[in-house]
């Protein structure tokens, strides 16, 4: 990963205006994630949703994000204010690529990280919107079932 890292580095250093700029920047951030490196696998996955706004990668670049703030906040409590993060990251993917493969999966995950933060009435909306919208998908049903455990109290 490091290899792929530094020549990425050189492409954009060299290259800035390259038509493959957008995928270096978005590989980078891959490999920085695939270090499980959260803190600068989260910076180079913000600043390449800044820097390429209509870059095909945007959508997965968002997604991951969210997926990052959610492993990093559930490493320790100090680290929970990523997952409100998370939350908003996922409900934002949701919102602006509701029709997205990941689009069910990124609802339901707004709700499972409410549920860990507790607010149980924020994780219940998300899960019944994942029902609501999506009513066929794999979310939807994790979701009837997670909706399930909250009946049984």
């Known amino acids: 990963y490091n290899n792929a890292i530094t020549y990425f580095d050189q492409l954009l250093k060299t290259y800035p205006s390259s038509i493959y700029a957008h995928d270096a920047a978005f590989w980078k951030a891959r490999a920085r994630w695939e270090q499980r490196n959260h803190v600068i696998a989260m910076s180079e996955y913000e600043n390449f949703v800044r820097s390429y706004p209509s870059s095909q990668h945007v959508p997965e670049a968002v997604f991951t994000l969210g997926q990052i703030q959610m492993e990093y906040g559930r490493i320790s409590t100090a680290n929970r204010s990523y997952l409100t993060r998370a939350v908003n990251t996922f409900a934002w993917f949701q919102q ?23 607010d149980y009435s924020t994780a219940r909306y998300y899960f019944q919107q994942v029902i609501n919208i999506y009513p066929n998908s794999a979310a939807a049903f994790k979701a009837r079932d997670r909706l399930g455990t909250y009946r049984r109290w």
Not at 105 to 116: D, M, N, P, T, V
């Open 96 to 118: 602006n690529y509701s029709r997205n493969n990941y689009a069910a999966e990124a609802l339901y995950l707004a709700g499972e990280g409410s549920e860990i933060l507790a």
